[in-house]
């Protein structure tokens, strides 16, 4: 294993992983639960599945002070989009600015919060869930390699992958910024060429700037939530 990865805690149950790191950890610790019993997702909105099925794992990374740290979902979201292509050898799309998307539907999402100088990244990753053990209410269509393909598979060698991959982007993106890990992102992403809407603004989405920004109608956005129209 390499930096991402260490020191390694597990445990059973937890609310959230997301609340068992902290500005005493040092950058690569990582924690994993088997289950949360109140995992979100962004906008406060909660991310659940049955014990044992999924990754959910946290990492803690430490940027530099200034860096443009909500790029790290989209970096993240490299990492899990690459994993999830080699498990299931099919191609994964990234639906700006945190999700996984599969066939269309959502199989992981990432989850960039920044506190006390660290970033705590939460990925959150769909593997081996039937689609009756799915949310049903999601907004955006959920699904699980599972339901892809039909295989279960065990756990820790993706998540070992996704750190692999996480850990090489990262520090890519800690020397170069955006544009290191920017081709495998562009490529990938899901609403190019769609109408959306994102906080109340609608228009074609034309692909990432440089910077990660959402272009609708050739206007930058920094964040927000996108709603396919
Ligand atoms: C989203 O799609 O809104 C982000 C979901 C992030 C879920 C992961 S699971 C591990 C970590 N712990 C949490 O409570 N959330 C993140």
Redesign the pocket.
Same mark, same amino acid.
């Given at each position: 294993m390499g930096r991402l990865g260490r020191p390694y805690h597990y445990v059973e149950e937890t609310e =959230? =992983? !997301?609340a068992l790191l902290g500005p005493d950890d040092p950058e690569g610790a990582l924690a994993v639960a088997r289950h !949360?019993t109140a /995992? @979100?997702? @962004?906008f406060g @909105?909660r991310?659940e599945a049955p014990p044992g099925t999924s990754i =959910?794992?946290?990492v803690l990374l430490r940027p530099a002070a200034g860096a443009p740290i909500q790029q790290l979902s989209l970096v993240g979201g490299l990492a899990v989009a690459e994993t999830v292509e080699v498990a299931l050898d099919l191609s994964a799309q990234l639906k700006w600015p945190?999700?996984v998307m599969v066939d269309r539907r959502k199989a992981a /999402? +990432?989850?960039a919060e920044a506190r006390d100088g660290i970033v705590v990244l /939460? +990925? /959150?990753l769909n593997v081996n869930q039937t689609r009756g053990q799915l949310p049903e209410e999601a907004r955006v269509a959920p699904a699980s390699l599972r339901t892809v393909d039909g295989v279960e598979r065990d756990l820790a060698p993706l998540l070992a992958d996704v750190l692999a991959r996480l850990e090489l982007h990262y520090d890519a993106w800690t020397a170069g910024g955006l544009d290191t890990v920017f081709d495998g992102i562009g490529s990938r992403d899901f609403l190019r060429g769609r109408r959306v809407r994102v906080d109340g603004t609608e228009g074609v989405a034309g692909g990432l700037d440089r910077a990660g920004r959402l272009l609708v109608d050739g206007r930058p956005v920094e964040s927000g939530e996108v709603e396919l129209v």
């Open positions: =959230t =992983t !997301q !949360q /995992g @979100r997702g @962004r @909105r991310w =959910t794992a946290s945190n999700d /999402g +990432i989850l /939460g +990925i /959150g």
